[in-house]
């Protein structure tokens, strides 16, 4: 039973490790500011940043949502490789519309790994 419990834990250690190490989106390059939107009722401001990987690898495009009530607290809602412009609409206060992806706010994230 104690080594079951301890190969487990380690099997857990490990999946959080990968996690953290490539999925984690609070992990992602800061990137060159491209653009912002402000939400309808000023609640939230969308900011999208262009980042290089460097010779081997596309540009990507991290959007960044800005908490405006909440002394600017951010969060990472959007990361699509191969992407180098970024269209920002607010269809309304909780919804916008990335790049052709629509995102109900706060809790919806777009991550172009996580996708099929």
């Given at each position: ?20 190490a ?9 990137g ?29 495009i ?55």
């Amino acid at each position: 039973m104690i080594t079951f419990a301890i190969g487990l834990m380690f099997v857990v250690l490990i999946g959080y490790g990968v996690y953290w190490a490539f999925f984690d989106m609070s992990r992602l390059p800061t990137g060159e500011y491209l653009t912002e939107e402000i939400s309808p009722d000023g609640t939230y401001t969308l900011k999208a940043y262009i980042t290089n990987g460097g010779a081997t690898t596309s540009y990507a495009i991290r959007g960044e949502l800005v908490f405006n009530d909440r002394n600017n607290k951010t969060k990472n809602i959007y990361w699509n490789y191969r992407e180098e412009t970024a269209n920002i609409l607010w269809k309304d206060n909780d919804t916008v519309e990335i790049n052709g992806y629509t995102l109900n706010v706060p809790d919806d994230k777009f991550d172009f790994r996580n996708e099929k």
